[in-house]
Structure formats: structure tokens, C-alpha cells
Antibody
């Protein structure tokens, strides 16, 4: 059974840092692109970042570029999101999501339960 | 403001059908397939429809998707109370080089 379990969320002051982790199991983690998607309170889903299966390629939404860093450890089957210079507007539930599919058609086929990040003084 | 446009709300009575639209542009829906996600209260998002009209294993055939040009739709027939939740369309955007979503549609079963 595919499982994605996020951890590391919490309360942080504006300007602070936090690192989220996503532990994967039930599939060959090292063969999938992985993503972070967030949802602010009362708002919709927003894509945050993406990383290639071997970690060689990453991309970010403009709203986090230069502040957030996505990475992965395939030996530990774990995805990370290092968040620096946090702002109040970064307050959200952060989901890790597996990018499944193939032959040009891709989608988020599995999601974690989410980790709440609250940025407030 | 979301890149893809969805109506903020939709509703229907049990047994009825409802359709949720999703509008985009040539850089996203116009050139890529659309996926739909369901987020029920207190749960994580779940893949509902992929590649415009494909249902993952376990998704009832009451749910169907379609797409044409720069728009897509999710149809739900035989509404049930457990269908209440938020529905999001999503696709890849070639200009932004990233994934984009609609703002979500809150479905109420009256």
C-alpha cells in the first residue's frame, strides 16, 4: 500500500525556517517525481515545488522561489522541503504528492495527510 | 487568483446530477490533459479523474470527466451525501513550467 506521511510542521515566527519531511513507503520511491502542494486556510490547492526521481531537476512556484528548497534522499525514501524566510502568507497545510502516470499524461495519484505550518508572531 | 477558473460552488439533491466546469488557456488545458481531485472534509485530496476522462480503480462510474479546447468538466450523477466536499481541476502549464489548479468548487448535497 502506498503511504506518504508528512512531518515537521508547526508554529514558526515570520522570517524563521522550518523543514518538512515526507516519508514514503509501498512503492519504489526512487523512480517517481515528487511534489509539494499547499492549501492555505479557506483557500484552494497551490503547487509549490517538484523534484525529479533522482533529484537532478527541481522547479518552484514563483511565490516560493529563492526561499524554499526541495530535496530527497532516495536511500531513506524521504522527500524534504526546507522553508526559509517564512511569511504569514506561507501559513498552510503542506501536502506531499506522488506524480504518477506516463507517456505524457501525469497526475498526482497519491497524497499525504498534510502537515500544518503556521507562520505567526 | 487561480490560473484555472472553477465556479466556487455547486449543489444538488440526492440522486440528481451536477456538472463542474474548469476553464483555462492554451498553455495549460489547451495543451495538456486535465485531472480532477476530490477533497472530502478532514481528508487529504484524492485523485478522482485523470487524463481528462479516466477513473482510477475504486472511483465509482458516477464520476466522469470530459474536455474540449481550453475547458474541461466533471460530471457527477446520482449525487450522494458523501459526495459533499471540494473538487479541484488541475493540469500542467507549459508557460509557467509547473502544475496549476482551479480555485476549487464546493459541492453541497441538499
Amino acid at each position: 500500500e502506498v503511504q506518504l506521511v508528512e512531518s515537521g510542521g508547526g508554529l514558526v515566527q515570520p522570517g524563521g525556517s522550518l523543514r518538512l519531511s515526507c516519508a514514503a513507503s509501498g512503492f519504489t520511491f526512487s523512480t517517481y517525481w515528487m511534489n509539494w502542494v499547499r492549501q492555505a486556510p479557506g483557500k484552494g490547492l497551490v503547487w509549490v515545488s517538484r523534484i525529479h526521481s533522482d533529484g537532478s531537476t527541481t522547479s518552484y512556484a514563483d511565490l516560493v522561489k529563492g526561499r524554499f528548497t526541495i530535496s530527497r534522499d532516495n536511500a531513506k525514501n524521504t522527500l524534504y522541503l526546507q522553508m526559509n524566510s517564512l511569511r504569514a502568507e506561507d501559513t498552510a497545510v503542506y501536502y506531499c504528492a506522488r506524480e504518477g502516470g506516463g507517456y505524457g499524461d501525469y497526475y498526482f495519484d497519491y497524497w499525504g495527510q498534510g502537515a500544518l505550518v503556521t507562520v505567526s508572531s | 487568483q487561480s490560473v484555472l477558473t472553477q465556479p466556487p460552488s455547486a449543489s444538488g439533491t440526492p440522486g440528481q446530477g451536477v456538472t463542474i466546469s474548469c476553464s483555462g488557456s492554451y498553455s495549460n488545458i489547451g495543451g495538456n490533459t486535465v485531472n480532477w481531485y476530490q477533497r472530502l472534509p478532514g481528508t487529504a485530496p484524492k485523485l478522482l479523474i485523470y487524463s481528462n476522462n479516466q477513473r482510477p480503480s475504486g472511483v465509482p462510474d458516477r464520476f466522469s470527466g470530459s474536455g474540449s479546447g481550453t475547458s474541461a468538466s466533471l460530471a457527477i450523477s446520482g449525487l450522494q451525501s458523501e459526495d459533499e466536499g471540494d473538487y479541484y481541476c488541475g493540469t500542467w502549464d507549459d508557460s509557467l513550467n509547473g502544475w496549476v489548479f482551479g480555485g476549487g468548487t464546493k459541492l453541497t448535497v441538499l
